[in-house]
């Protein structure tokens, strides 16, 4: 019988219990008073009343204390996750039904907090991961510029030194022959660690980015990197002389110089074709394809890529909006391909010229 009543909303058991008390009340009392009427009826009330009372805070007493048991429940969940513990769930049991509902949504909320909790943890963990990628490809691309500044300058100097006492002592002994050939070498090796120090500026940071645009500096690194290194490259140009934003020359432009890095350092390619589109009003494209040995890109779609090279391109590419697909398999060649979304042409034109 208890467990039937127990289904019932708490309210209405509180009714029950309650009119049950005033029934028996009414109909034990009145019985009582009829056969003690010799009794004061002041002490029968009293009695009558006292016993009342008590037995009706008794009943209600015991009947909240079942029905509520539930909240204690939940209420140590909750203490529980406060305390951090995210794992924990309250006990549903079909009991007092608003109790359940609320049980149940206590519990639909903890598992939105332990599913959030978990991507934000996966995803700082991605992010540390990351940041000590990049860390450590900036920490070698100091070691690789002051390996250059080592090679090509230092070196340069000590020999600049050298040559100088050289022609000093020529001079001194008056060995115009000695000073002449002194003064010669004195001007090869200079020369030369000035066309050494340009090429390390221009790589750090191509002038001609910022003078002649994304086309010329583009040319200039497939001559100077791929040509020279013996790679035939074909640099094809729409809409040349066409500015953009600097945020979006400078991300094109790494973005190509790490896939002509890529093509030294892995592809052996002896042909490339780098094609620039900047003729489109809302989107500049590029495409970047070598004959080299190629790779398998599905490691690196799936972000576990152990090069920083292949991630930061995509990044770069998707801070200005674009996208950047690659596109290689084992002895086919790799083709890069990026378009990047830019203001029309005509709206750069007003923005340029505000007042009319
Ligand atoms: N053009 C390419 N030809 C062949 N393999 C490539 C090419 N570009 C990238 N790869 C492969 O993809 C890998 C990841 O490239 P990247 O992220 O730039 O890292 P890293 O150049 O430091 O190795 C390279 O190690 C290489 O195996
Ligand atoms: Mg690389």
Redesign the pocket.
């Known amino acids: 019988m208890e467990g039937g009543m127990r289904r019932w909303p708490l309210v209405y058991q509180i009714l029950l219990v309650n009119s049950a008390i005033v029934f028996l009340g009414a109909t034990f009392g009145t019985a009582m008073t009829r056969t003690l009427a010799s009794q004061s009826s002041a002490a029968l009330t009293a009695t009558f009343a006292a016993l009342g009372l008590l037995l009706s805070v008794l009943a209600n007493y015991m009947l909240l204390r079942v029905a509520l048991r539930p909240l204690r429940g939940l209420q140590t969940v909750a203490e529980l996750v406060t305390a951090g513990n995210i794992n924990v769930r309250a006990a549903v049991k079909e009991e007092e039904p608003a109790l359940t509902r609320l049980g149940i949504t206590f519990n639909a909320m903890l598992d939105r907090l332990e599913e959030n909790t978990r991507a934000i943890e996966r995803s700082r963990a991605v992010t540390e991961q990351l940041t000590q990628k990049v860390l450590s490809a900036q920490e070698e691309e100091r070691r690789r510029i002051a390996r250059e500044l080592h090679d090509e300058t230092l070196q340069s100097l000590a020999t600049l030194v050298i040559y100088a006492d050289a022609a000093h002592n020529a001079a001194k002994q008056g060995d115009t022959e000695a000073l002449g050939e002194a003064h010669a070498a004195l001007r090869q090796v200079a020369e030369l660690s000035l066309t050494g120090i340009r090429a390390i500026i221009a790589d750090l940071r191509p002038s001609l980015l910022d003078d002649l645009g994304l086309a010329a500096a583009v040319r200039w690194q497939a001559q100077h990197r791929l040509e020279s290194a013996g790679v035939r490259v074909d640099v094809q140009v729409r809409g040349e002389g066409r500015r953009l934003s600097p945020l979006v020359e400078t991300a094109l432009y790494r973005v190509i110089q790490?896939a002509i890095?890529?093509i030294l350092?892995h592809a052996s390619a002896s042909y490339v074709e780098i094609d620039l589109d900047l003729s489109q009003p809302d989107r500049i494209t590029a495409r970047i394809e070598d004959n080299g040995t190629g790779f398998e890109v599905a490691p690196f779609k799936a972000g576990d890529a152990e090069?920083v090279?292949?991630f930061g391109m995509r990044e770069r590419v998707n801070l200005v909006g674009g996208e950047l697909a690659i596109d290689s398999s084992p002895g086919e060649g790799t083709e890069i391909r990026i378009a990047v979304p830019v203001q029309p042409v005509e709206q750069l034109e007003t923005m340029a010229s505000p007042s009319l």
């Open positions: 790490e890095t890529n350092k090069g090279g292949l």
